[in-house]
């Protein structure tokens, strides 16, 4: 028996381990580079990218004005059934009606005002998701037969899902619920966001104050 486990451990050791070759053969390519700033410098004599290859870039590093990798992660985040051309129509048609609100609101604000009205939605984007991320989670533990409902700290990628998923979550109930479509209930919820205000904001909060009151189970961590 003991013969037969070793078998199988060594099998699943070599199945387990790492590729020894890759599309990109080191001798040949070298890492891409999405920074547009550094694209637009003159390359040196010496530079390795004068005669090797660099590697095909990821979907949301391209270097293009356009493309951000938060509002990309949004876009899949609020991909639903498949149809991201869907999601993506949605998200970006939010991101104008963001805009056209802030240009609205800067045309009838005065000199002084206007200093302090955003218009690039990218940015009012990036930052209402920002002011959602949440600082803990509450994740399930068994102890002695009972299910606690555990807080635990998350790291910056998976607050920024949650942040992302909450707000998704929010906007859906309510074009669910025929107040209006989803892009405009995207736009108002970055934006209420950006200035710490909204739906997803209280939920955020919710989720805080559960977490406060679910501290003392806070040692089943381990």
């Known amino acids: 028996m003991s013969k037969k486990l070793a078998n199988f451990a060594q099998k699943r050791w070599i199945s387990c ?4 070759f890759n599309m990109y053969d080191p001798r040949v390519f070298r890492e891409p580079v999405s920074n547009v700033q550094e694209l637009r410098k003159p390359l040196d004599v010496d530079d390795e990218r004068n005669f090797l290859f660099l590697k095909a870039m990821k979907s949301d590093a391209t270097p293009v004005f356009y493309r951000d990798s938060v509002i990309d992660k949004l876009i899949r985040v609020c991909t639903k059934d498949g149809e991201k051309e869907t999601s993506r129509k949605n998200v970006l048609s939010a991101l104008e ?42 994740q399930g533990v068994t102890r002695g037969g009972t299910t606690y409902q555990v807080p635990f700290p998350i790291e910056e990628p998976e607050a920024e899902f949650r942040a992302m998923k909450m707000m998704r979550d929010i906007c859906r109930v309510r074009a669910k619920h025929g107040e209006t479509h989803f892009k405009d209930i995207l736009a108002t919820e970055l934006l209420a966001a950006s200035q710490n205000e909204g739906s997803t904001i209280t939920a955020k909060q919710e989720l805080h104050k559960t977490c406060e009151a679910n501290r003392a189970y806070a040692h089943y961590r381990a």
């Not at 381990?17 to 020894?20: E, G, L, Q, V």
């Not at 005065?110 to 998701?129: C, M, Q, T, W, Y």
């Open 17 to 20: 381990s790492s590729n020894s």
């Open 97 to 138: 009606i963001i805009k056209r609100r802030q240009y609205k609101a800067w045309t009838k604000a005065n000199d002084e005002e206007k200093k302090s009205i955003e218009l690039d939605p990218f940015v009012i984007a990036r930052k209402g998701i920002k002011n959602c991320h949440p600082l803990m989670k509450l």
